[in-house]
T-cell receptor, first 114, second 117 residues
Framework: EPEVTQTPSHQVTQMGQEVILRCVPISNHLYFYWYRQILGQKVEFLVSFYNNEISEKSEIFDDQFSVERPDGSNFTLKIRSTKLEDSAMYFC????????????FGPGTRLLVL | AQTVTQSQPEMSVQEAETVTLSCTYDTSESDYYLFWYKQPPSRQMILVIRQEAYKQQNATENRFSVNFQKAAKSFSLKISDSQLGDAAMYFCAYRRDGRGGSEKLVFGKGTKLTVNP
């Protein structure tokens, strides 16, 4: 069964450093999402992406964040200058259709900012 | 804004017994989707079951079923014949119909389910 994959599974970085989180969505899916979950808290929406454009973003997704689909298979989330409060689990999700389809989640990347 | 409330931070059940997890939501929309996701200790988000708001029939997936009460804006998850592998964090999530609007998932805070042998 096709699944969403994410790399790395864990990343430790220093405050102020740039990180890139990578996702490979399910191959025939067209809509892509990033969510994050701070330890012990609910899962929060960051951004949705379709047709090489951001279709929606939350208040969390400020200028420090960017997304890209560089090569038709990968979907990346970049944090330009990490802060301590960016420490969280980051989930990528994809869906085939915007209107009805379920979003399928990857296993997540655990980011720790020191 | 849509909100999802899970009023039970923790629940426990004996193996082979049945447990019900509660979820309520607030929306002014008439078309939307509701989901239960399971998050085991590995922290991966796994879809358990989904319900379309326009369907009156409650969704069922093997041992998992929902009680969807649209007027009451309630969406509870029933797990029958509980197994040790069901132990996890369970998140209720809402998504409005994507036509002309947001497709983002709005999550509740989760219910931690413990299954006792």
């Amino acid at each position: 069964e096709p699944e969403v994959t994410q790399t790395p599974s864990h990343q430790v970085t220093q405050m102020g450093q740039e990180v890139i989180l990578r996702c490979v969505p399910i191959s025939n899916h067209l809509y892509f999402y990033w969510y994050r979950q701070i330890l012990g808290q609910k899962v929060e929406f960051l951004v949705s992406f379709y047709n090489n454009e951001i279709s929606e973003k939350s208040e969390i997704f400020d200028d420090q964040f960017s997304v890209e689909r560089p090569d038709g298979s990968n979907f990346t989330l970049k944090i330009r200058s990490t802060k301590l409060e960016d420490s969280a689990m980051y989930f990528c999700a994809s869906s085939r259709d915007r209107h009805q389809e379920t979003q399928y989640f990857g296993p997540g990347t655990r980011l720790l900012v020191l | 804004a849509q909100t999802v409330t899970q009023s039970q931070p923790e629940m426990s059940v004996q193996e082979a017994e049945t447990v019900t997890l509660s979820c309520t939501y607030d929306t002014s929309e008439s078309d939307y989707y509701l989901f239960w996701y399971k998050q085991p200790p590995s922290r991966q988000m796994i879809l358990v079951i989904r319900q379309e708001a326009y369907k009156q029939q409650n969704a069922t997936e093997n041992r998992f079923s929902v009680n969807f009460q649209k007027a009451a804006k309630s969406f509870s998850l029933k797990i029958s014949d509980s197994q040790l592998g069901d132990a996890a964090m369970y998140f209720c999530a809402y998504r409005r119909d994507g036509r002309g609007g947001s497709e983002k998932l709005v999550f509740g805070k989760g219910t931690k389910l413990t299954v006792n042998p």
